[in-house]
């Protein structure tokens, strides 16, 4: 027993050439200096903001904020307070973020599978679409934008008026008019109906492919899923006695109008369209080249089998092709999504009242500098994270089950 | 020959060749009238491209305007035609490029730019891949910093100027110093650190040493003859590829110690270059940049300040480097684990199977998408005018509030914009080229 002990004293290193006493005590200096990193600047911090006479803490936001937000989807007023404001900002960015991912993939597909068209000169054009939008900053993309919608856009006050469309939608330097359905309690309905139709055709896929195991026959899935969607709604609204007006704008100087201003209809403003054209147009670009190299990535043999077995062309592409291509497709998709929320925060050097442009005013309206700049930061790390979240899901979700 | 040709039965007459199948018409018939749709296409898109291009060339070419109006009112003509209006950029090219840089003293700025544009090139050929680059690119530095700001050189300055270039002339020149270390055996101090070190330190010592005693000496200076111009009012270009380029070669080495501890087996050094990692890529650019302009002043004791220019650079490089660490990492996950375990049979040390084995191979694999994220960061430095600092795009901003150019901004943007195109575009074709050579040993 005593001979054993010694022997292993003897082959064991001293304490600090054992590389797991090194590791230990590696860390332990690591985590003290990053600490005492952040102790150091957060103390300076509080002694500095002290100094300024400035209270730290979240309490500002239950204070007046004093100024008004161009636009928003709730209600909002100068009365109302910081916080709101920083709900509206956040509402804002998730607008614009939510139409823009919409818009940006529809371009990006488009523009990824025009890129491997046979056809010469609409392949060219894609690339030379993608090669310039992917090199210019966006930041400059979206100055053009605002000074095309805000400089070379016709004054609707002018000789000349609003660029007219169709005399429903009016194109100026103010932005986008166009007529809007008059708020009926039909709508909600209407919504509801979308609602229940969605679940319905859920529950019509899983009913289908049960049917196709038992017994090899394919519902046509497509078709009433397309009925049950439009139809559903239709109904409702022939129900409710079919509401079908528009408030349609008048432009300034129109003789029912005003003189200055548009009267009616939906307003879309410069700013937002700015920000909104600039961000789709720019991710697209990167996106069609991820959607481009995810169909290139599926061999062409599986295409071949696919005929082989006999399956039409749409369904080799449905069934065959495009899983495996969106396998290879999603994440980074995912991550363009994520960059086009972040540069939504672009919005502040054109006016757009997103989360940081409203959180900028209040820093310097109340000089909660860290504060403010916590609570933006905040929300678009809860945002990172959550896509991040659903991306792992969905690849676990679509992993190839492999023996 | 002939005869026994003839005996054999004639050839049937050749059939006519197959219909088009080669030269241009076949060809346009093939790429762009294969179908019907993609007939409608070319035609569509072929029309919407001849009225784009003539309604450039139109606007440039045909309708150009040359002519200046009197002095005060360059635009006097340009307001009253349509056409791309040349005097703009005759007038305000300096201000786009240089931004606020003194006029006078343009030529400073220009010839920095030059020498760094020198620089890149010379850093895409492969065959100047050798430590001399980096001395080059320190010389190229240190000259371009002289001719930016110009003024007074210190002896200071000029010290640890030289001193820090020291290492990388020894790096070019192994042979210099290299044996005198070994001629005093025994000494504990040289045998540790190396003859070169031990007289690196020892100078740097005496010179504090001097700069704590009489700093009237060291403060002496060497005078450039070039006028001061503080970097508050630099701007243009040369900001813009300060920032990303001093950006981007600062955050490199930080980018590789992140992507190294996450990477490490001590879960303490790991969870903190994660959550470093991560934080800074689920936030904008912008809210950083805000960060360093609005809360840096707060994080210094009372008293220290630290200029604009330097805060941005110093959020560039935070932002930079947490990028760099993933595609870093990207590189070291794609060596084998044969080459770890090889590295430690020899009994290496961490840092010497890190520096010796591991990354030269990981990062000759991450070159190409290295270049990849410098073009990103280059364009993301645009952001920088957000908090008031006037790079390139601010330059083509600052053009357009002169009065008598106000409204003018196809002319400005156009131009800021094919600047940018050409550095991004010339450097993501040498990324793909690059990605092509370097596979030569893998594909087949």
């Given amino acids: 027993m005593a001979i054993q002990t010694q022997d292993s004293a003897q082959t064991r290193a001293a304490i600090w050439n054992d590389p797991r006493a090194r590791a230990i005590f590696w860390q332990i200096v690591v985590v003290i200096l990053v600490v005492a990193g952040l102790w150091y600047l957060i103390g300076n911090v509080i002694e500095n903001r002290n100094d300024q006479g400035i209270a730290s803490g979240y309490g500002f936001l239950e204070r007046e904020a004093g100024f008004e937000i161009s636009e928003s989807i709730i209600s909002y007023g100068a009365a109302n307070t910081y916080g709101r404001a920083f709900l509206v900002g956040i509402l804002n960015t998730f607008i614009v973020g939510a139409l823009g991912i919409v818009a940006a993939t529809i371009i990006g597909t488009i523009m990824g599978i025009a890129r491997l068209s046979k056809n010469w000169l609409i392949a060219k054009v894609a690339s030379a679409y993608v090669e310039t939008v992917r090199n210019i900053p966006l930041l400059l993309q979206l100055f053009v934008w605002y000074a095309v919608i805000t400089e070379s856009m016709p004054n609707p006050q002018d000789e000349g008026g609003p660029l007219s469309i169709l005399g429903i939608a009016y194109l100026s330097n103010r932005g986008f008019d166009i007529a809007a359905p008059v708020p009926d309690p039909a709508f909600v309905w209407m919504g509801v109906a979308v609602v229940i139709a969605v679940i319905g055709i859920i529950f019509l896929r899983r009913y289908a492919e049960k049917q196709q195991a038992a017994t090899g026959e394919r519902l046509p899935v497509l078709l009433y899923s397309l009925v049950l969607l439009i139809g559903l709604p239709l109904i409702v609204w022939l129900v409710s006695g079919m509401p079908t007006d528009w408030d349609v704008p008048l432009p300034p100087g129109h003789p029912d109008g005003n003189r200055f201003r548009f009267v009616g209809g939906a307003n879309v403003s410069p700013e937002f369209m700015a920000l909104f054209l600039g961000l789709s147009i720019y991710t697209a670009g990167f996106i069609a080249e991820i959607v481009r190299s995810g169909i290139q990535a599926v061999p062409w043999g599986q295409t071949e089998a696919a005929s082989a077995l006999g399956l039409r062309r749409g369904l080799v592409l449905r069934l065959v092709v495009l899983p495996q291509a969106l396998r290879i497709i999603i994440p980074p998709t995912t991550s363009q999504y994520l960059n086009l929320v972040k540069n939504s925060s672009l919005a502040v050097a054109i006016g757009y009242p997103d989360l940081v442009s409203v959180g900028n005013t209040t820093l310097n309206q109340t000089g909660q500098a860290l504060e403010a700049i916590s609570l933006f930061m905040a929300v678009y790390l809860i945002i990172s994270l959550a896509i991040s979240a659903f991306m792992n899901w969905y690849n676990t979700h679509i992993k190839l089950v492999e023996r | ?444």
């Fill in chain 2, 1 to 444: 020959m002939t005869d026994q040709t003839a005996g054999a039965a004639t050839p049937p007459p050749s059939r006519p060749p197959p219909g088009l199948s080669v030269g241009p018409l076949a060809w346009i018939k093939h790429n762009l009238f294969n179908s019907v749709l993609s007939s409608i296409g070319t035609l569509v898109v072929g029309a919407v491209i001849v009225w784009l291009v003539w309604t450039v060339f139109d606007w440039i070419v045909l309708n150009g305007i040359w002519e200046a109006g009197p002095e005060g009112e360059e635009s006097a003509t340009c307001r009253q035609q349509y056409g791309y209006c040349f005097p703009f950029l005759q007038d305000m090219w300096g201000t786009i490029l240089f931004g606020t840089y003194p006029g006078s003293e343009r030529w400073r700025p220009a010839m920095a730019v030059l020498l760094i544009i020198l620089m890149l090139v010379m850093s895409a050929l492969r065959v100047n891949w050798r430590p001399h680059l980096l001395l080059a690119w320190y010389v190229a530095a240190v000259l371009a910093g002289i001719l930016m700001f110009g003024g007074v050189l210190s002896l200071a300055t000029i010290f640890w100027i030289v001193m820090l270039g020291a290492p990388l002339v020894r790096r070019v020149m192994p042979e210099l110093g290299s044996g005198v270390g070994q001629e005093i055996p025994g000494n504990p101090v040289t045998d540790r650190l190396g003859l070169f070190w031990t007289v690196w330190l020892a100078l740097a010592a005496l010179f504090v040493a001097v700069d704590l005693l009489a700093p009237a000496v060291t403060g002496a200076g060497f005078d450039t003859g070039l006028r001061y111009v503080p970097n508050t009012q630099w701007g243009g270009l040369p900001l813009t590829l300060g920032l990303s380029l001093i950006g981007c070669g600062v955050a490199f080495p930080l980018g590789i110690l992140l992507a190294l501890g996450r990477r490490s087996n001590m879960p303490a050094i790991r969870v903190i270059c994660v959550v470093y990692i991560e934080f800074i890529r689920g936030v904008p650019l912008i809210t950083i940049l805000f960060m360093a302009s609005v809360l840096f002043p707060l994080f210094l004791p009372e008293g220290v300040t630290i200029d604009k220019l330097l805060r941005a650079q110093v959020g560039l490089i935070l932002f930079a480097a947490a990028y760099l660490a993933e595609v870093v990492r990207g590189g070291l996950q794609a060596i084998p684990k044969g080459q770890y375990e090889a590295a430690d049979s020899l009994g290496l040390t961490y840092w010497q199977k890190t520096r010796l084995i591991i990354l030269p191979q990981a990062l000759r694999i991450s070159i190409p998408p290295l270049v990849n994220t410098f073009i990103g960061f280059f364009k993301d430095t645009s952001l920088v005018i957000i908090i008031g600092l006037f790079d390139l795009l601010n330059g083509g901003r600052i053009a357009l509030t002169e009065p008598i150019w106000r409204g003018f901004y196809p002319e400005s943007y156009t131009f800021v914009a094919l600047i940018y195109f050409a550095f991004c575009f010339s450097l993501s074709k040498y990324s793909q080229w690059l990605e092509g050579q370097m596979n030569t040993g893998h594909s087949r």
